[in-house]
């Protein structure tokens, strides 16, 4: 694999992890409503559990941009997102999709779906992909611009997508 596929996964997965700290961290009341929602979780430890989780998406957001740091951010994000795929098909499978998933802060008000299933193992395969064994070659300068370009066009399609997946609830709302 070309470094610069490399690189694009890994600044867009540390995009979408500091995304998902800051919206934790700017609210977060709102968020350990959204943890109490999924009834996983003994309520006097959801707000720790949502500054702990706020904690490790930041610290995975950095360690996406090290790659010294080898597999510590492939595994961590890959074991997170799988985390978090195992309490949505638990509420799931409880029958409960009319919670929010809590992927988009407090604004989000997307329900659960098995959408989100599909979603989050595309997302432990980016981490996984990051693993690839890629290409030695220098990068230039041309490569940043390529790089930045790429990682921006995927969160451009990633902000899209989840646009779609509230319009149902936006609707319902108005």
């Known amino acids: 694999m070309d470094p610069v596929l490399g690189w694009v996964l890994r600044v867009a997965?540390?995009?979408?992890?500091?995304?998902?700290?800051?919206?934790k961290l700017r609210a977060p009341r709102e968020f350990a409503a959204t943890l109490e929602a999924y009834a996983l979780v003994p309520?006097?430890?959801l707000p720790l559990l949502g500054?702990?989780?706020a904690l490790v998406e930041g610290l995975l957001a950095a360690a996406f941009l090290v790659p010294v740091l080898g597999w510590v951010p492939i595994a961590g994000g890959a074991l997170l997102l799988s985390i978090?795929?195992?309490?949505?098909?638990i509420n799931l499978a409880r029958g409960r999709t009319d919670i929010d998933c809590g992927c988009l802060?407090?604004?989000?008000?997307q329900p659960l779906s098995a959408w989100l299933l599909v979603r989050n193992a595309s997302l432990v395969g980016a981490c996984l992909l990051v693993a690839a064994p890629q290409g030695v070659r220098p990068l230039l300068w041309v490569d940043a611009i390529s790089i930045a370009g790429g990682a921006a066009g995927i969160a451009l399609c990633?902000?899209?997508v989840h646009l779609l997946?509230?319009?149902p609830s936006l609707r319902r709302t108005s």
């Open 43 to 45: 309520s006097g430890a």
């Open 51 to 53: 500054w702990a989780l």
């Open 158 to 160: 990633w902000t899209a």
């Open 84 to 89: 978090y795929s195992a309490a949505i098909a």
């Open 165 to 167: 997946a509230t319009l």
């Open 105 to 109: 802060g407090p604004a989000g008000g």
């Open 13 to 23: 997965l540390s995009l979408l992890f500091a995304a998902a700290a800051f919206h």
